[in-house]
T-cell receptor, first 112, second 110 residues
Framework: DVKVTQSSRYLVKRTGEKVFLECVQD?????MFWYRQDPGLGLRLIYF???????EKGDIPEGYSVSREKKERFSLILESASTNQTSMYLC???????????FGSGTRLTVV | RKEVEQDPGPFNVPEGATVAFNCTYS??????FFWYRQDCRKEPKLLMS???SGNEDGRFTAQLNRASQYISLLIRDSKLSDSATYLC???????????FGSGTKLNVKP
């Protein structure tokens, strides 16, 4: 089974801090994605990557950046955390065979 | 307009009931369709893919209607363990970006 690992389940950060959310997958998947999930809004795509060092903006990239230096690792960066970035962050990996995403267990980030 | 729309529910049904969810999508070029299940405070997990011919997996049946641009999920003989939020997902580009509905919450009661 594909495993997608997110480094933290819960994080509390202060406004203005730089925040790194790490995601690692172990199945050599090309495509990786970062979503945030908020009540009533569902999952919204922040950024995705289809290859090493490649990145594409999703629907809500403002305030975020990403890094994909190695195929297995896709990092989400909040340059200067704000309270409206309090959310559940979900990383997903996909092998390009129309088989669906595999998600990490999520990081619940609170910005105070 | 949202890419994918679902009735948020909740659907409250007794054990053993049959329940159906629908979801509509806006892009007629959509190519891939899925149902995901999400338990409270957990990540979404793939329940089943939805094929043009329809598909069945045990008590679960998924159907696709391209003409009307909706997909459905039917659950027969509901179990308490089916209580969850069911997410409808469509994809229509080469990068396999997925568009998620907001989910339909199902509560199966004893």
């Amino acid at each position: 089974d594909v495993k997608v690992t997110q480094s933290s389940r819960y994080l509390v950060k202060r406004t203005g801090e730089k925040v790194f959310l790490e995601c690692v997958q172990d199945m050599d998947h090309e495509n990786m994605f970062w979503y945030r999930q908020d009540p009533g809004l569902g999952l919204r795509l922040i950024y995705f990557s289809y290859d090493v060092k490649m990145k594409e903006k999703g629907d809500i990239p403002e305030g975020y950046s990403v890094s994909r230096e190695k195929k297995e690792r896709f990092s989400l960066i909040l340059e200067s955390a704000s309270t409206n970035q309090t959310s559940m962050y979900l990383c997903a990996s996909e092998g390009g065979n129309q088989g669906g995403y595999t998600f990490g267990s999520g990081t619940r980030l609170t910005v105070v | 307009r949202k890419e994918v729309e679902q009735d948020p529910g909740p659907f409250n049904v007794p054990e053993g009931a049959t329940v159906a969810f629908n979801c509509t999508y806006s892009n007629s070029a959509s190519q891939s369709f899925f149902w995901y299940r999400q338990d409270c405070r957990k990540e979404p997990k793939l329940l089943m893919s939805v094929y043009s011919s329809g598909n069945e997996d045990g008590r679960f049946t998924a159907q696709l209607n391209r003409a009307s641009q909706y997909i459905s999920l039917l659950i027969r003989d509901s179990k308490l363990s089916d209580s969850a939020t069911y997410l409808c997902v469509v994809s229509y580009d080469n990068f396999n970006k997925f568009y998620f509905g907001s989910g339909t919450k199902l509560n199966v009661k004893p």
